[in-house]
Nanobody
Framework: QVQLVESGGGLVQAGGSLRLSCAAS????????MAWFRQTSGKEREFVAG????????YYADFVGGRFTISRDNAKNTMYLQMISLKPEDTAVYYC?????WGMGIYDMDYWGKGTLVTVSS
């Protein structure tokens, strides 16, 4: 069992930046593919960024447009999402997730955090 806890969300003005963290416990996350998803009210949860087990490969949703960087520190059992040039449409609850497989879709994830709210004001 893996427990995931997100932190780092908050209120930021458009154009600002935030760094989200996802701290894992229970098992070493080095064996898991990890990803960030986000969800706004009334919409389905969507993929934001993913990183493979070795951190050598990263993937991003098109809307990221080079503004976000996903990383992980397996020694610290932690994943990060650095977000810059934030836009009001980035406002959402951001979730971290871990999965045993190589896939990064919602249904590939086995463990989820409870989310951290990011609010970007215009």
């Amino acid at each position: 069992q893996v427990q995931l806890v997100e932190s780092g969300g908050g209120l930021v003005q458009a154009g600002g930046s935030l760094r989200l963290s996802c701290a894992a416990s229970g098992r070493p996350v080095s064996s898991y593919t990890m990803a960030w998803f986000r969800q706004t009210s009334g919409k389905e949860r969507e993929f934001v960024a993913g990183i493979n087990k070795s951190a050598l490969m990263t993937y991003y949703a098109d809307f990221v447009g080079g503004r976000f960087t996903i990383s992980r520190d397996n020694a610290k059992n932690t994943m990060y999402l650095q977000m810059i040039s934030l836009k009001p449409e980035d406002t959402a609850v951001y979730y971290c997730a871990a999965g045993r497989s190589w896939g990064m879709g919602i249904y590939d994830m086995d463990y989820w955090g409870k989310g951290t709210l990011v609010t970007v004001s215009s």
